[in-house]
């Protein structure tokens, strides 16, 4: 709690709460928790992502109203998030790998706090690697309602409120690096390995990649 320090903790068993430091915890809620999300604007207010539904508490988790959603996705909805600016904007991710083991994710926005869901857009045109939708954490503009960024796989970002993600970079593709080895008479010539990713080449010292699909899996390689 923003305010009073309680402390609360969401898991697959239910929602429970502590109002002397985690020496003792109750349970607030009944259900298989994936997510939950509090924040300062709304201290009393807490907001919990369930197999079973959505959530959301005004008082401090003494109670919570089941919202009835709209295009809310039932298989892992982890992490929810939502903006301090405005409440009623929240993100989360249909969590496939945790669900199956499917690492194309899909991640989801609502505008009204909750009540309506829509799979978010993600642009990755101008991404080095393949691209693949892992398993994220968000992170809201503290004051600017529309603006979310997101780390799968590279950071992105939304403006309109989690509608729309693209690759927001400086060149930074995110993958680990297991390798890299400049040529001995030429070192211009730079190679990398990497994790999962194949790995590529530059000729320029490494102002410039090319990305080299040494295996034929679609999300990258071994």
Not at 5 to 15: M, N, P, Q
Not at 32 to 45: E, I, W
Not at 122 to 149: C, G, L
Not at 160 to 182: E, M, P, R
Request: glycine share 10%; net charge neutral.
């Amino acid at each position: 709690h923003p305010e009073k320090g309680w402390v609360y903790i969401a898991t697959k068993d239910g929602a429970i709460r502590s109002k002397d430091g985690g020496k003792t915890f109750k349970k607030m809620l009944d259900a298989y928790c994936c997510g939950m999300s509090v924040v300062n604007s709304k201290p009393n207010n807490i907001y919990i992502s369930a197999k079973e539904g959505f959530y959301v508490s005004t008082n401090g988790g003494d109670s919570f109203t089941a919202i009835n959603e709209s295009g809310y996705p039932t298989r892992y909805p982890a992490r929810v998030n939502v903006s301090p600016a405005n409440p009623n904007k929240m993100v989360l991710q249909d969590d496939h790998l945790s669900a199956d083991g499917s690492f194309l994710s899909k991640n989801y926005y609502s505008n009204d706090g909750g009540k309506t869901w829509f799979e978010s857009v993600t642009d990755a045109s101008m991404a080095f690697i393949p691209y693949n939708i892992r398993q994220t954490v968000f992170a809201w503009h503290p004051t600017d309602e529309n603006k979310v960024i997101v780390n799968w796989n590279a950071i992105n970002m939304s403006t309109d409120g989690g509608k729309n993600f693209y690759w927001s970079n400086t060149g930074f593709a995110a993958i680990c690096g297991t390798g890299l080895v400049f040529n001995v008479n030429n070192p211009n010539l730079v190679a990398i390995s990497s994790q999962d990713y194949n790995g590529g080449f530059s000729t320029d010292g490494g102002k410039t990649w090319t990305y080299v699909p040494y295996g034929e899996n679609s999300w990258g390689g071994y």
